[in-house]
């Protein structure tokens, strides 16, 4: 079947604006993976459930049992490349989200105690904290005086979240910090959607978007970044309805099922509003 779409695989013309060109390797990208789903060759069926996948040894693995003529379709190994390194980065990404959502934070951990204090002077430079444990922290949104209890379920994912978002879109995270002030608590709001981006990654609901905006393997960076655009959204569209923080939990399952659709189509490309 992989001979039957070698010639509009491998000639597929990219178009002039970046967006289209990298929405057009997310397209083979989808080729390629359900070309590997219906194979019969369980050498290359292994390439999409394999954690140890090599993307070198898959692209040979592929020419040699489909004999491509790489001369003839001379694109087809660069562009088979970036296909599979977008499939098998999707995978380890999962996994690698995982490992860190099942580190528990650790106040005895320096590095762990380093980034909440970080995350406490860049959302509020303006004072300083009276102490390690201290009810100042609600003014970030925590519960109470140890934002450690608040990390229970997402561990230290929940806070590497927050601290990207506030570290490299600072205006934007200080403004709905106060925005917040009155309508929901901001870093359990913030612990929510980062258990709400983990359903979307596992349940490949995340696939689209990846494969239509990072031309290779997505890293945990690019979770941070989906994780930004989707904090911002939620608080525009929270802001819009009002709904009240006692129907917090079905406004967030309302806004998931929006999302999920929304992240279904073949051009998804979530963007920071």
Not at 22 to 37: A, F, Q, W, Y
Not at 79 to 90: A, E, P, V
Not at 165 to 189: C, P, T
Request: hydrophobic share 35%; charged share 25%; net charge positive.
């Amino acid at each position: 079947m992989m001979t039957c779409v070698i010639g509009s695989y491998s000639t597929y013309k990219l178009t002039k604006t970046c967006d289209k060109s990298n929405i057009e390797i997310g397209r083979r990208t989808r080729i390629v993976e359900s070309i590997l789903k219906q194979t019969k060759k369980r050498e290359l069926k292994s390439i999409l459930v394999s954690d140890n996948t090599n993307v070198e040894t898959a692209v040979g693995d592929v020419i040699r049992i489909k004999n491509v003529n790489i001369i003839v379709y001379s694109n087809f190994q660069s562009n088979l490349h970036i296909s599979l390194s977008q499939i098998c980065g999707y995978r380890k990404l999962i996994s690698r989200i995982q490992d860190v959502r099942k580190t528990p934070y650790c106040s005895e951990d320096s590095e762990h105690e380093r980034q909440l204090k970080c995350l406490w002077h860049l959302l509020r430079p303006e004072e300083v904290l009276d102490s390690r444990f201290t009810k100042q922290w609600k003014k970030l949104g925590f519960q109470g005086t140890d934002p450690k209890s608040d990390f229970r379920g997402m561990g230290i994912l929940g806070l590497q979240n927050l601290l990207y978002f506030a570290r490299h879109y600072n205006s934007k995270a200080r403004q709905i910090l106060s925005e917040s002030e009155q309508e929901y608590s901001f870093a359990i709001v913030g612990i929510n959607l980062t258990a709400l981006v983990c359903q979307l990654l596992q349940e490949n609901y995340l696939k689209n978007h990846f494969y239509n905006t990072v031309p290779g393997e997505a890293q945990i960076e690019d979770f941070h970044k989906v994780y930004t655009i989707i904090f911002c959204d939620f608080h525009k569209q929270w802001m819009n309805d009002k709904p009240g923080i006692m129907n917090f939990n079905p406004y967030k399952d309302k806004y998931y099922k929006r999302l999920a659709k929304k992240l279904k189509r073949r051009d998804a490309n979530l963007l920071l509003c």
